[in-house]
């Protein structure tokens, strides 16, 4: 007899573990979103996570959070923020890092929260660049520990789309009022052995994806190295699909981005189940720091000064 079931994410490893009668009507009972209760209990506090951020901000005249906008999601309220780390003279390098779009990638929220409490005083690093923030596209996913909304929406497929849910709605709306240089969204997949990621960029100078790889290669962690990934062409970890083959609607956030102006599009994967989350939140800080190397000649992330 299997245990409870704890969350969505244990839920899946129930599937993959069933026999394909099993696994058929599990998946029903997600898709369909016929949810119990047990699986809609809360697993985090994004009240908790906003506190941490709020004191990052507090200790640091760099950091500001900012509110989006709020909205409410099966009788919960939930507020939007992104946070401007950035000079009094600014970085002219704008990097934008979103986190959180999928609720069951764990490392992707806690590699951001730890990145910034990191570097909220690295005077150094913020002489070249400026950051936007986005430390939570989905709070109530991030709360259930699941890949779509409390709504059952997947959030990631929502840009550019007649009536999106709400939390894209603020995140597009604020995205449009600024710029990037270079965005950094930070996920996981559940389903791969190893690292990959996906770059877009038509200037292949500012291309960053294999020095990524390598570095995380180097550092003694699986690099994915199938040659499909995701249905998707791949080459030593890194999927970087033309840009004309895009899709127009019904986009990601990364994609969205790109489209709005930003010329340098980076998604970072790591291995959602096959190493411990202190692991892969290690592996996502490695892809920051290569990342912002390339972008700007800064090799001291992590370093305050
Ligand atoms: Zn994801």
């Known amino acids: 007899m299997a245990p409870y079931l704890q969350s969505k994410a244990h839920l899946r490893e129930l ?32 009240t908790e996570l906003i506190a941490r951020l709020r004191k990052i901000e507090a200790n640091s005249p760099r950091v500001r959070m900012r509110e989006l906008g709020g909205f ?35 490392a992707s929220v806690e590699a951001m929260a730890q990145f910034l409490e990191k570097n909220a005083n690295n005077e150094a690093l913020l002489k070249t660049f400026s950051f936007t923030i986005f430390p939570c596209d989905n709070p109530s996913g991030y709360e259930l520990e699941t890949r779509e909304n409390a709504d059952g929406i ?13 939390e894209v709605k603020i995140l597009a709306d604020a995205a449009e009022q600024m710029t990037f240089d270079h965005v950094y969204e930070l996920h996981e997949d559940v389903d791969s052995y190893g690292f990959y990621l996906y770059e877009i960029a038509a200037d292949k100078s500012m291309r960053a994806g294999p020095d990524v790889v390598r570095a995380v290669s180097a550092a003694g962690y699986p690099v994915n190295l199938s040659e499909c990934i995701e249905g998707m062409e791949a080459h030593c970890g890194v999927i970087a699909p033309g840009v004309s083959r895009i899709r127009r609607r019904h986009l990601p956030k990364a994609v969205f981005i790109y489209r709005l102006g ?6 970072f994967e790591t291995p959602g189940r096959a190493l411990p989350l202190e692991d892969r939140v290690r592996m996502q800080l490695i892809c920051l720091a290569v990342a912002l190397e390339k972008a ?6 992590g370093k305050s000064s």
Request: proline share 3%; aromatic share 8%.
């Open 15 to 46: 599937v993959t573990r069933s026999t394909t009668i099993d696994s058929y009507l599990f998946h029903l009972l997600v898709r369909q979103n016929l949810t119990c209760g047990i699986l809609k209990s809360m697993n985090r506090s994004y």
């Open 72 to 106: 409410r999601i099966q009788d919960r309220e939930y507020e939007m923020y992104a946070i401007d780390f950035r000079a009094k003279e600014p970085g002219t390098v704008k990097i934008c890092i979103s986190a959180g779009m999928h609720g069951d990638e764990l």
């Open 154 to 166: 997947d959030l990631n497929r929502e840009f550019r789309k007649s009536n999106p849910a709400s």
């Open 262 to 267: 930003a010329p340098h599009v980076m998604t």
């Open 296 to 301: 700007g000649g800064v090799s001291n992330v």
